[in-house]
């Protein structure tokens, strides 16, 4: 099933969802709502809500406090899209100038932590405490995932374990947060909450994993941010890994140079090696498992178009090239 059949299953749910996010930009401060807007409307894959929604559907939850809580889900990812862009210094994000480009370090900083305290107003509104704890949880655990990759920046000696550490953190953990609440929102038992949890973080890794491999061979009009950056920022992740473990002396002296040094003019010596090595196959096959052990994480719920629909976005993620 494609990306195609995800959509039109939830289409008229994320219509919805896209009328709460927008009035729920709206504030009497102009350039909160101009930064804001301009980050929303550069489009992204709605995945996070996207994830909310379909979990609740395929456990037959029925009501609409969904939709806010994948308004919710959406503006807390972008917040921290916000801030990552000012750490990380990027110029592009899908395509379009990040907002820090368009508004400068300060705007994009403060309009984040504007969003992000718009969507914890908006979770309180659901009343349920067990929602708020788990979204103070993963939200505490992604500012630790950031700080965990800002600590790496620049070392060479990161393992495979380090590295799905952080991507752990900083990206799945919010994909987990996401499926979990769709089956707390379904009255769903213990069991059947801890696997939608752990589909989310099986398919967040894998997804985390896809980016970063297509950092060292995508097309900056299909991903939409330039070849290298993550080199460029000096991260360190799983090709690169993979690269450094089992390249040949020269080869990972290269690649540990060019880390250090945070060089993209080193770009195509560290592509060779990643070539040799096969560094990119092998980041692809651990993404294939992840994706399968979320796929497995699906197993016993009912049929249903919502079911299919999150049965699909495991090959999704990992056969996608932006």
């Given amino acids: 099933m494609s990306i195609e059949f995800v959509k039109e299953v939830l289409s008229e749910e994320m219509r919805a969802v896209d009328n709460l996010i927008?009035?729920?930009?709206?504030?009497e401060v102009a350039?909160?709502?101009q930064v804001a807007e301009y980050i929303i409307s550069?489009?992204?894959k709605r995945l996070r809500p996207q994830i909310l929604l379909l979990s609740a559907g395929a456990l037959g939850y029925a009501g609409t406090h969904h939709h806010e809580l994948a308004a919710m889900?959406?503006?807390i990812h972008t917040s921290t899209l916000l801030h990552d862009d000012v750490v990380d210094e990027s110029a592009l994000r899908r395509g379009n100038q990040t907002a820090n480009a368009m508004f400068g370090n300060a705007a994009s900083v403060l309009?984040?932590?504007?969003l992000y305290t718009r969507a914890f107003q908006m979770m309180t509104r659901s009343g349920s405490m067990r929602i708020m704890e788990v979204m103070a949880d993963a939200t505490n655990i992604i500012a630790e995932g950031e700080v965990l990759q800002l600590m790496n920046i620049g070392n060479t000696d990161i393992d495979e374990a380090g590295y799905l550490k952080v991507i752990h953190y900083k990206t799945a953990k919010l994909l987990e947060a996401s499926a979990?609440?769709?089956?707390?929102?379904?009255?769903?038992?213990p069991e059947t909450e801890a696997l939608l949890a752990r589909y989310g973080l099986h398919l967040g890794a894998a997804f985390q994993i896809i980016d970063d491999v297509l950092d060292y061979s995508g097309k900056t009009e299909e991903i939409g941010k330039n070849l290298g950056d993550d080199l460029a920022e000096g991260k360190a992740t799983l090709p690169l890994i993979h690269a450094m473990r089992e390249g040949t002396p020269a080869q990972a002296t290269a690649v540990r140079s060019a880390l250090e040094q945070a060089d993209r003019n080193l770009l195509p010596q560290v592509l060779e090696a990643v070539k040799a090595t096969g560094a990119l196959d092998y980041s692809r096959q651990l993404a294939q498992s992840e994706a399968q052990q979320a796929l497995a994480c699906l197993n016993g719920l009912p049929d249903s178009p919502q079911h299919r629909a999150l049965a699909a976005l495991p090959s999704i993620a990992i056969e996608r090239n932006h």
């Fill in 22 to 27: 927008r009035t729920s930009l709206h504030s």
């Fill in 31 to 33: 350039l909160i709502g």
């Fill in 42 to 44: 550069a489009g992204g």
């Fill in 73 to 75: 889900i959406e503006l």
């Fill in 111 to 114: 309009v984040g932590d504007f």
């Fill in 180 to 189: 979990r609440l769709g089956a707390i929102l379904s009255l769903a038992d």
